[in-house]
């Protein structure tokens, strides 16, 4: 139901913009999520973004480099990523929750895209 555009390789201190489609009942009503996942890591919440777009949430790792936004009209979200760095590297995908508000708890990210790969060189 959703898919991430394409990702890209970019180098450290430069900027790059993701974007996700899909379903536009999902990209109009649930809060929304960027997440990632490095080799070896976990996958993390990047940031997250309710359903009007009035209130979002980022992790510290990104706080004041990524932006959260979405068109809820054009059925878009978007994440902006500036001074990017080697550590930003990761799967990024994006995720539709079951609520409109940022949920509690990360379960409640239900709907998934593929992923698409970032890859920041030195």
């Known amino acids: 139901q959703l898919r991430e555009g394409e990702g890209g390789l970019v180098e450290a201190g430069g900027s790059l913009g993701l974007s996700c489609t899909g379903s536009?009942?999902?990209?109009?009503?649930?809060?929304m999520a960027w997440f990632r996942q490095a080799p070896g890591k976990e996958r993390e919440v990047v940031a997250q973004i309710n359903w009007l777009g009035s209130n979002t949430d980022y992790a510290d790792s990104v706080k004041g480099r990524c932006t959260i936004t979405r068109d809820n009209a054009a059925g878009t979200m978007y994440l902006q990523m500036n001074d990017v760095k080697p550590e930003d590297t990761a799967v990024y995908y994006c995720?539709?929750?079951?609520?409109?508000?940022?949920?509690?708890?990360?379960?409640?990210?239900?709907?998934w895209g593929q992923g698409t790969q970032v890859t920041v060189s030195q």
């Open positions: 536009r009942q999902l990209l109009r009503n649930n809060a």
């Open positions: 995720a539709g929750a079951s609520t409109r508000e940022i949920p509690y708890n990360q379960n409640e990210y239900i709907h």
